[in-house]
């Protein structure tokens, strides 16, 4: 099991370039989230998943777009990339099963937007 | 507005130090309590707490809750050098919602 794999590992944008950051899990999760952690202000939801074919926003969306279009990965998109999205990007899985409410991490993807 | 305070903001010890890592919180729908610990890369899991009173433990660290007073402490006893790391409590408030604590950065110096 790999786990929770993210691509790429770290990325340098110019304002207004646009990227795809690309998640996928093993572990045939059916809830997958995206984060971002900025300094002093702990993970932020950005959107999540909880199927196949189904997405919603989480705390901080705008400025991102997702997609699950198969089970195993979760794709989150910067159409138009800021300064302000300067972050380290966290993809996270879980299984249905509501008792089980932890999540598992990837590694992260490190983004800086100059 | 459903929030998680940690304390202190980071920590200084030496090796065989014992810890104690707080965590309050504020929660309108509370499901679950997480401790994970962040060093340089993704957060790992370390414990899950639903009841109070209930201390859960592995190895070295143990963690306990306490939802009347709506805190709950991590405890690290005989601290080693590869517990540097930051550790995050986290609030299961809600349907997929996840509070993330700031986390307490943690330094055991040898």
């Known amino acids: 099991n790999a786990g929770v794999t993210q691509t790429p590992k770290f990325r340098v944008l110019k304002t207004g370039q646009s990227m795809t950051l690309l998640c996928a899990q093993d572990?045939?999760?059916?809830?997958m989230y995206w984060y971002r952690q900025d300094p002093g202000m702990g993970l932020r939801l950005i959107h999540y998943s909880v199927g196949e074919g189904t997405t919603a926003k989480g705390e901080v969306p705008d400025g991102y777009n997702v997609s699950r279009l198969k089970k195993q990965n979760f794709l989150l998109g910067l159409e138009s990339a800021a300064p302000s999205q300067t972050s380290v990007y966290f993809c996270?899985?879980?299984?249905?099963?509501?008792?089980?409410?932890?999540?598992?991490f990837g590694p992260g993807t490190r983004l800086l937007v100059l | 507005e459903d929030k998680v305070v940690q304390s202190p903001l980071s920590l200084v010890v030496h090796e065989g130090d014992t810890v104690t890592l707080n965590c309050s919180y504020e929660?309108?729908?509370?499901?679950?309590l997480l401790w994970y610990k962040q060093e340089k890369k993704a957060p790992t899991f370390l414990f899950m707490l639903?009841?109070?009173?209930i201390e859960k433990k592995s190895g070295r660290l143990s963690s306990i809750l306490d939802k009347k007073e709506l805190f709950s402490i991590l405890n690290i006893t005989a601290t080693q050098t590869g517990d540097s790391a930051v550790y995050l409590c986290?609030?299961?408030?809600?349907?997929?919602?996840?509070?993330f604590g700031t986390g307490t950065r943690l330094l055991v110096s040898p």
């Open positions: 929660v309108t729908n509370f499901r679950s």
């Open positions: 986290v609030l299961g408030a809600g349907f997929q919602k996840l509070v």
């Open positions: 996270a899985s879980r299984p249905m099963d509501r008792g089980r409410e932890t999540q598992y």
């Open positions: 639903t009841s109070s009173g």
């Open positions: 572990m045939n999760h059916e809830y």
